[in-house]
Protein backbone atom coordinates (compact mmCIF):
# COMPACT_ATOMS: atom_id res chain seq x y z
CA UNK A 1 0.00 0.00 0.00
CA UNK A 2 2.90 2.31 -0.58
CA UNK A 3 2.24 5.77 -1.74
CA UNK A 4 2.38 5.64 -5.60
CA UNK A 5 5.53 7.65 -6.97
CA UNK A 6 2.93 10.18 -9.14
CA UNK A 7 1.35 10.92 -5.38
CA UNK A 8 4.55 12.09 -3.92
CA UNK A 9 5.16 13.99 -6.67
CA UNK A 10 1.51 15.47 -7.18
CA UNK A 11 1.80 16.47 -3.51
CA UNK A 12 5.03 18.32 -3.78
CA UNK A 13 3.67 20.11 -6.86
CA UNK A 14 0.58 20.93 -4.62
CA UNK A 15 2.89 22.59 -1.95
CA UNK A 16 4.18 24.83 -4.41
CA UNK A 17 1.38 26.32 -5.77
CA UNK A 18 -0.06 24.23 -8.87
CA UNK A 19 -3.50 23.90 -8.31
CA UNK A 20 -4.09 21.45 -10.64
CA UNK A 21 -1.82 18.77 -8.70
CA UNK A 22 -4.73 18.93 -6.53
CA UNK A 23 -7.08 16.81 -8.34
CA UNK A 24 -4.26 14.48 -8.74
CA UNK A 25 -4.05 14.32 -5.22
CA UNK A 26 -7.94 13.37 -4.88
CA UNK A 27 -7.97 11.13 -7.67
CA UNK A 28 -5.08 9.29 -6.08
CA UNK A 29 -6.42 9.28 -2.62
CA UNK A 30 -9.91 8.59 -2.98
CA UNK A 31 -9.73 4.54 -3.55
CA UNK A 32 -7.95 4.57 -0.03
CA UNK A 33 -10.69 7.26 2.14
CA UNK A 34 -13.77 5.64 0.30
CA UNK A 35 -12.84 1.87 1.96
CA UNK A 36 -12.29 3.28 5.11
CA UNK A 37 -15.31 4.79 4.88
CA UNK A 38 -17.38 2.19 3.64
CA UNK A 39 -15.99 -0.45 6.06
CA UNK A 40 -16.07 1.63 9.27
CA UNK A 41 -19.43 3.99 8.52
CA UNK A 42 -22.77 2.55 9.03
CA UNK A 43 -24.56 2.74 5.52
CA UNK A 44 -27.75 4.94 7.03
CA UNK A 45 -24.48 7.88 7.39
CA UNK A 46 -23.60 9.69 4.02
CA UNK A 47 -20.66 8.30 2.72
CA UNK A 48 -19.53 10.97 0.65
CA UNK A 49 -20.12 13.73 2.94
CA UNK A 50 -17.35 11.96 5.28
CA UNK A 51 -15.28 11.86 2.08
CA UNK A 52 -15.60 15.25 1.17
CA UNK A 53 -14.70 15.93 5.05
CA UNK A 54 -12.11 13.91 5.41
CA UNK A 55 -10.45 14.83 2.21
CA UNK A 56 -11.02 18.30 3.36
CA UNK A 57 -9.11 17.69 6.24
CA UNK A 58 -6.14 16.00 4.79
CA UNK A 59 -5.98 19.64 2.46
CA UNK A 60 -6.13 21.81 5.86
CA UNK A 61 -3.17 19.27 7.08
CA UNK A 62 -1.33 18.80 4.41
CA UNK A 63 1.68 20.94 5.40
CA UNK A 64 1.64 18.72 9.05
CA UNK A 65 3.03 15.70 7.01
CA UNK A 66 6.22 14.76 7.26
CA UNK A 67 6.89 11.94 5.04
CA UNK A 68 8.58 9.73 7.17
CA UNK A 69 5.34 7.14 6.58
CA UNK A 70 3.72 7.28 3.22
CA UNK A 71 1.23 9.71 2.69
CA UNK A 72 -1.53 6.86 1.99
CA UNK A 73 -0.75 5.56 5.67
CA UNK A 74 -1.40 9.45 7.09
CA UNK A 75 -4.16 9.41 5.09
CA UNK A 76 -5.35 6.31 6.34
CA UNK A 77 -4.93 6.95 10.09
CA UNK A 78 -6.80 10.73 9.46
CA UNK A 79 -10.14 8.65 7.68
CA UNK A 80 -10.11 6.16 10.34
CA UNK A 81 -10.17 8.93 13.47
CA UNK A 82 -12.30 10.53 11.36
CA UNK A 83 -14.97 7.36 11.14
CA UNK A 84 -13.99 6.49 14.67
CA UNK A 85 -15.24 9.69 15.96
CA UNK A 86 -18.44 9.72 14.07
CA UNK A 87 -19.39 6.20 15.01
CA UNK A 88 -18.89 7.57 19.23
CA UNK A 89 -21.08 10.00 18.38
CA UNK A 90 -24.07 7.36 17.52
CA UNK A 91 -25.79 6.04 20.14
CA UNK A 92 -24.72 2.36 20.72
CA UNK A 93 -27.63 -0.08 20.76
CA UNK A 94 -28.66 -1.71 23.40
CA UNK A 95 -29.05 -5.21 22.21
CA UNK A 96 -29.89 -6.65 18.43
CA UNK A 97 -33.14 -8.36 18.78
CA UNK A 98 -34.82 -10.84 16.39
CA UNK A 99 -37.63 -9.06 15.74
CA UNK A 100 -35.79 -5.93 14.65
CA UNK A 101 -34.39 -8.19 11.38
CA UNK A 102 -36.00 -7.55 8.03
CA UNK A 103 -37.16 -10.64 6.33
CA UNK A 104 -34.07 -10.50 4.22
CA UNK A 105 -32.12 -10.09 6.97
CA UNK A 106 -33.57 -13.41 8.96
CA UNK A 107 -33.02 -15.18 5.90
CA UNK A 108 -29.48 -14.42 5.10
CA UNK A 109 -28.77 -15.24 8.90
CA UNK A 110 -30.96 -18.68 8.91
CA UNK A 111 -28.96 -20.24 5.49
CA UNK A 112 -24.84 -18.40 7.00
CA UNK A 113 -24.59 -21.23 9.36
CA UNK A 114 -25.64 -23.88 6.37
CA UNK A 115 -22.56 -25.49 4.27
CA UNK A 116 -22.83 -26.16 0.46
CA UNK A 117 -25.84 -23.57 0.15
CA UNK A 118 -25.48 -21.02 -3.23
CA UNK A 119 -24.79 -17.77 -2.28
CA UNK A 120 -26.30 -15.34 -4.21
CA UNK A 121 -24.51 -11.84 -5.19
CA UNK A 122 -28.17 -9.66 -4.38
CA UNK A 123 -27.74 -11.09 -0.71
CA UNK A 124 -24.72 -8.77 -0.26
CA UNK A 125 -26.28 -6.21 0.47
CA UNK A 126 -28.94 -7.70 2.81
CA UNK A 127 -25.99 -9.10 4.49
CA UNK A 128 -24.04 -6.35 5.37
CA UNK A 129 -26.89 -4.55 6.49
CA UNK A 130 -27.26 -7.88 8.94
CA UNK A 131 -23.45 -7.33 9.83
CA UNK A 132 -24.11 -3.68 10.33
CA UNK A 133 -26.92 -4.56 12.77
CA UNK A 134 -25.49 -6.95 14.79
CA UNK A 135 -21.70 -4.55 15.08
CA UNK A 136 -24.07 -1.53 16.38
CA UNK A 137 -24.24 -2.73 19.71
CA UNK A 138 -20.94 -2.72 19.99
CA UNK A 139 -18.56 0.33 20.90
CA UNK A 140 -16.70 2.08 17.91
CA UNK A 141 -13.75 0.52 18.50
CA UNK A 142 -14.54 -2.69 18.84
CA UNK A 143 -16.73 -2.78 15.35
CA UNK A 144 -13.95 -0.81 13.33
CA UNK A 145 -11.66 -3.36 15.01
CA UNK A 146 -13.23 -6.92 14.69
CA UNK A 147 -13.77 -5.49 10.38
CA UNK A 148 -10.12 -4.81 10.05
CA UNK A 149 -9.09 -8.24 11.19
CA UNK A 150 -12.12 -10.06 9.80
CA UNK A 151 -13.01 -8.47 6.43
CA UNK A 152 -9.72 -6.48 5.58
CA UNK A 153 -6.68 -9.14 6.90
CA UNK A 154 -4.94 -6.90 8.54
CA UNK A 155 -2.58 -7.76 10.88
CA UNK A 156 -2.20 -6.95 14.36
CA UNK A 157 0.70 -4.39 13.26
CA UNK A 158 -1.03 -2.58 10.32
CA UNK A 159 -3.90 -1.76 13.13
CA UNK A 160 -1.35 -0.62 15.14
CA UNK A 161 0.13 1.82 12.98
CA UNK A 162 -3.47 2.64 12.07
CA UNK A 163 -5.02 3.44 14.93
CA UNK A 164 -1.81 4.04 17.16
CA UNK A 165 -2.97 1.37 19.99
CA UNK A 166 -0.15 -0.96 21.07
CA UNK A 167 -0.47 -4.76 19.77
CA UNK A 168 -1.55 -6.34 23.07
CA UNK A 169 -3.89 -4.03 23.83
CA UNK A 170 -5.69 -4.98 20.18
CA UNK A 171 -4.90 -9.21 21.17
CA UNK A 172 -7.00 -8.31 24.27
CA UNK A 173 -9.77 -6.01 22.83
CA UNK A 174 -10.07 -8.69 19.88
CA UNK A 175 -10.83 -11.44 22.54
CA UNK A 176 -13.05 -9.70 24.08
CA UNK A 177 -14.87 -8.38 20.89
CA UNK A 178 -15.00 -12.15 19.49
CA UNK A 179 -16.53 -13.94 23.09
CA UNK A 180 -19.16 -10.94 22.59
CA UNK A 181 -19.57 -11.58 18.95
CA UNK A 182 -20.37 -15.38 19.84
CA UNK A 183 -22.61 -14.74 22.52
CA UNK A 184 -24.66 -12.46 20.18
CA UNK A 185 -25.01 -14.32 17.22
CA UNK A 186 -26.16 -17.39 19.98
CA UNK A 187 -28.58 -14.98 21.28
CA UNK A 188 -30.05 -14.45 17.66
CA UNK A 189 -30.40 -17.80 17.20
CA UNK A 190 -31.76 -18.74 20.32
CA UNK A 191 -34.43 -16.26 19.44
CA UNK A 192 -35.78 -17.16 16.49
CA UNK B 1 -17.98 -22.74 16.77
CA UNK B 2 -21.09 -22.73 14.89
CA UNK B 3 -21.19 -18.87 15.81
CA UNK B 4 -17.75 -18.45 14.40
CA UNK B 5 -18.92 -20.00 11.78
CA UNK B 6 -22.19 -17.90 11.28
CA UNK B 7 -20.26 -14.91 11.65
CA UNK B 8 -17.47 -16.22 8.56
CA UNK B 9 -20.32 -16.55 6.53
CA UNK B 10 -21.85 -13.59 6.90
CA UNK B 11 -18.62 -11.33 6.57
CA UNK B 12 -18.03 -13.36 3.38
CA UNK B 13 -21.41 -13.11 1.91
CA UNK B 14 -21.29 -8.88 2.75
CA UNK B 15 -17.89 -8.48 1.77
CA UNK B 16 -18.52 -7.08 -2.08
CA UNK B 17 -21.21 -4.21 -0.41
CA UNK B 18 -18.22 -3.35 1.71
CA UNK B 19 -15.86 -2.83 -1.15
CA UNK B 20 -15.22 1.26 -1.54
CA UNK B 21 -15.37 3.35 -5.40
CA UNK B 22 -12.40 3.97 -7.35
CA UNK B 23 -13.89 6.90 -9.28
CA UNK B 24 -14.39 10.21 -7.70
CA UNK B 25 -17.72 11.52 -7.81
CA UNK B 26 -18.63 14.68 -9.99
CA UNK B 27 -18.07 17.97 -8.13
CA UNK B 28 -15.94 16.37 -4.98
CA UNK B 29 -13.01 17.28 -6.74
CA UNK B 30 -14.25 20.94 -7.15
CA UNK B 31 -15.50 21.37 -4.02
CA UNK B 32 -12.70 20.18 -2.04
CA UNK B 33 -10.15 22.48 -4.33
CA UNK B 34 -12.52 25.09 -3.11
CA UNK B 35 -12.45 24.79 0.05
CA UNK B 36 -8.65 24.06 0.56
CA UNK B 37 -8.06 27.17 -1.38
CA UNK B 38 -10.22 29.00 1.02
CA UNK B 39 -8.55 27.39 3.69
CA UNK B 40 -4.95 28.13 2.29
CA UNK B 41 -6.23 32.08 1.82
CA UNK B 42 -7.64 32.11 5.54
CA UNK B 43 -4.44 30.66 6.37
CA UNK B 44 -1.90 33.52 4.72
CA UNK B 45 -4.53 35.99 5.70
CA UNK B 46 -3.92 35.45 9.15
CA UNK B 47 -0.22 35.12 9.08
CA UNK B 48 0.00 38.46 7.63
CA UNK B 49 -2.43 39.94 10.63
CA UNK B 50 -0.29 37.73 12.42
CA UNK B 51 2.84 39.18 11.91
CA UNK B 52 1.65 42.84 11.10
CA UNK B 53 0.13 42.26 14.85
CA UNK B 54 3.26 41.38 16.41
CA UNK B 55 5.18 44.41 15.36
CA UNK B 56 2.09 46.22 16.14
CA UNK B 57 2.95 45.39 19.63
CA UNK B 58 6.49 45.55 19.94
CA UNK B 59 6.12 49.25 18.55
CA UNK B 60 3.75 49.60 21.62
CA UNK B 61 6.36 48.37 23.79
CA UNK B 62 9.15 50.32 22.51
CA UNK B 63 6.84 53.39 22.86
CA UNK B 64 5.48 52.62 25.95
CA UNK B 65 8.85 51.75 27.16
CA UNK B 66 10.34 55.29 26.21
CA UNK B 67 7.56 57.63 27.75
CA UNK B 68 8.18 55.70 31.22
CA UNK B 69 11.59 56.13 30.82
CA UNK B 70 11.24 59.94 29.67
CA UNK B 71 8.65 60.63 32.81
CA UNK B 72 11.00 58.34 35.07
CA UNK B 73 13.33 60.80 34.05
CA UNK B 74 11.78 64.23 34.26
CA UNK B 75 10.06 62.76 38.18
CA UNK B 76 13.69 62.11 39.34
CA UNK B 77 14.48 66.02 38.78
CA UNK B 78 11.22 66.94 40.69
CA UNK B 79 11.00 64.51 43.47
CA UNK B 80 11.27 67.04 46.27
CA UNK B 81 8.84 67.62 49.14
CA UNK B 82 6.06 70.52 48.02
CA UNK B 83 7.54 71.89 51.32
CA UNK B 84 10.90 71.57 50.97
CA UNK B 85 10.37 72.80 46.87
CA UNK B 86 8.72 75.75 48.28
CA UNK B 87 11.99 76.87 49.89
CA UNK B 88 14.06 76.33 47.24
CA UNK B 89 12.04 78.85 45.06
CA UNK B 90 11.97 80.92 47.60
CA UNK B 91 15.80 81.51 48.19
CA UNK B 92 16.10 80.80 44.24
CA UNK B 93 17.88 77.81 44.52
CA UNK B 94 19.03 75.55 41.60
CA UNK B 95 18.00 72.10 41.93
CA UNK B 96 19.62 69.41 39.38
Not at chain 2, 32 to 48: N, P
Request: charged content about 30%; glycine content about 6%; hydrophobic content about 40%.
Amino acid sequence: MDAPPDLAAALQRWREGDEAAGEELIRGLFPVISKIVRLHLPRRDDENDLIQEILMKTFSRLHQYKATAPLTHWVSRLALTTCLDRLRAQKVRPEVRWADLTPAETEVFDTAGLEGRTRDSGDAIEARDLVERILSVLPAEDRSLILMVDLEGHSLEEISRLTGWGVSKIKMRLFRVRSHLRKLIHQLGERK
Amino acid sequence: MKEDQTWRELLAQSRPAFAGETEVPYGLATRVLAGAREQRGQRDAFERIGWRAILASLAMVALTAGLTLGVQAMNDREDLEPGIQSLAVLENVQVS
